[in-house]
Structures are given as structure tokens and as C-alpha cells.
């Protein structure tokens, strides 16, 4: 289990910088590790969560060519968070996964620019919202859907036995 | 269990913080990220190809999905052009044949009707072909039926809309005929295996010899003189019997008569002369 979240975590991160890039739109790509997180986090807890956060950050970031840490320090925080959120909201439902991912991704982008600040990023807050963070936070949606749509039809395929 | 969780989170945002504070104080990370660095960029290199290769593997399909697509278009094209081709080849085909047609009207010195063919019979028993003119159009029966080339046959039945034609190959056909250059007389035949003959009396028909045109006799008044009805292909010469029979080669091609001319008027005029005929 532990070498397939590794594997997870370390080929989504190689992904999001070689793969998911064409799968951009309008120059906004899905953040396929903090997907990843938040599913990891959703299912494992907030440690889990938030070490595999903070793995996915820090390799976005070394692929990514900033600053390190931004990212690691983000993706982590926002991997604990959603971990924390299990068993205190009702978080099985990809109803409340999908829009708590969305919200998520608004989050984390909010931290990231505000950590940002203390190194003199040039950028205002409204643009960045306006088109980078949630557009990508839509994005990350529709993505999230997929992927817990996926998620949920292996698990039921699972005990049925199909698998 | 909460102070471990927590440690573990303080822990996580030490070590980003720390980071980010030995870059910033100009020490960079060091080796450390550039070992990461070594390490991911074969990965990343490795599935950009993999990436392409799909990409590659993905165009070509929808390539050859969008040629074959392409090329059942254009084949669809290229057969509606041949059948445009093949309808213009034809229209200009028959402009000419009617325009034929056309000319030998002006020039004959009898009323004629245009007809076209609608059906014919050719099994063998009888040899006749069906036009669209009938007893509407003023046909009777016995009325003459040619093309450009020369005489077809006669009307045998007349319907309302539309006429039987006797062809001259037809088994029970006769017309009286002559030779055009020795002036044998004599009868054209239509035989049973779809072939024209002449029959002349043999002492009559010393000189008849191959590529001689036989003309209708204008003899009962049926058909006009002159009109040709074929060329001499052979002699079958009997010995000493009372009449000698030529192949003829008929001047019309039947299975291919497409219009023609029915001769509703009359005339006594040697008509020989307004008719092509080659060879």
C-alpha cells in the first residue's frame, strides 16, 4: 500500500509537469497532485494526507523550477485539512468531495499566494483569482469528479469480486 | 494521537518553511533538490515519450479515420462524376443519332414520324421491336420503319400509344429487293438464326458478288424505292438450283437502333441516293 501511494504520488507530480500540461485549456491545467492529495487524504487521514501533500508539493516544485517549499508547504496543509474533515462532515459523497475539492484548490491557491507575498510575487490577487486559481479549481472539479467516479466504480467492482 | 497528528503537521510546515528560508538567504537548497531534480527529470523524460507516443499512436488513428472517411467521399464523387460523364457521353451520343435522324427527315421527299424504341422482342420466334408512336400518331400497319443507315422493318400491330415493328431479320419477313449495281431482283429473308438473306433467281444473279447493296425494290408500293437494307456478304451458290441465296450483312445494327423514322407518306422517287452507306 505504501509503495503504491509513493508510486501515486511521485508518477502523478512526474505527470502533472510532463503529461497533464497538454490537457490544458485556456492555459489552465488540472493540479493532478493536489487531486491526488485530496483523495489520498480523504481515504487515508490528515498525516497520510498531509505527508503525501507535502511529497507532491515538494517534486512540483523541484520539476516546477520556483521556490521550493511553496507548494510542499500548501499541498501538505491542504492534505491534513481535508484529512481532518473526514469523519466530522459527512465526506463519502462525491457530492460533497467534488465542490469540498473546488474549495480546496480556491484554498490552497489563497495560501500559496499569500506565502508568496513574503517573497514579493508581482501578481494581484483579483487576476490571479480571476484566471488562474478558479479556473483551475473548476477544472480540478470536473477532474475530481472522474477520478472518484473511477475510484468509486473499482471499489464496487471490488466487492463484487469483479477485481 | 491529536499531539502526534499536529507534530507530524508542524513538522511538514517546518521543513517547507525551511526550505524556502535557505533559498531566500542566497544558500539555495543545494545538492538535495538537484538530486531530486537528477532523479525525476529521466521519469518526466520517459513518460513525455510515452505521452507522445499515445499522442502519435491517437493522431495517427484519427488520420487514417479522417482519410478513410476522405476517401469514401471521394469515391462517392469520382462514381458520381463517371455517371455524370456516362449521362453527358450518352446525351451526346443520342444529339447525334437524333440529329441523324433529324437530316434524313428533311431530306426525304415523304412525311416521316419520329419514334422512339420502347421494347423489343428478339427471343428467336419473332424479331420485332415496340416504338412510341401508335395509332394516336397516325401510324397504319405495314408503315415502313428506318434509321439513317437504312430500312429496319415494317409495322406489323398498332396500338394506341404505340406500334410493333417487324424486323427484317425476323423469320417471316420478306421485302422485295434488288441489287442496287446489277439489278437483280429478288426477296430479302430474314432467317432463323437472326441473319438477312437474298434470295434471286440463279440466272439472274451471275454478277451478284460480295459488298453489292441491296435497296428496296419500291415493287407494291410498301416500302420507297431505294432504301438500303444491307450489303452482300457471301454468295451461297446451290449448283443448278432455281434460285441462289446471298448473305446479307443488314444496314441497320438492331440491336442498337435506338430512334427512328416511320414513313407515314408515299413516293415513287428512287431514294437510294439520300442515304449514307458506307464501304
Redesign the interface.
Known sequence: MRFLLLLST?GG???Q???VP?LSIGGIAPDVPLILTVLVALRRG??VG??VG?FA???QD??GGG????Q??TK??AG?AMGLLVGRFWVASPLVQVPGLVLLTVAEGLTRFFLLQF?HYPVSLGGLMMHVVLPQALYNGFVGAACVLFAEGVEAARKHGWV | MRSRRYGLLVSVLLASLLLLTVQTRGGGTGGASDVVAALMTPVQGLLVKIHRGAVGIWTTYTDWKGVRSENAVLRAEAEGLRVQGLQRAETEQENVRLRRLLDLRERLPLSALAGEVVGRESGGWVRAITVNRGRGSGVAQQTPVIVPEGLVGRVVQVRPGASVVQLINDPASTVGAIVQRTRTPGLVEGDAGGGVRFKFMARDGAQVAPGDLIVTSGLGSLFPKGLPVGRVVAIEDKGSALFHFAVVAPAADFPRVEEVLLLTGQTTQDIAALFRVDG
Open positions: 511521485v507530480s512526474v505527470a509537469s510532463s503529461v497538454t490528515p498525516e498531509c505527508v507535502f508539493g515538494f517534486l523541484v520539476a521556490l521550493i517549499g511553496v510542499a508547504l501538505a496543509l491534513f517573497f
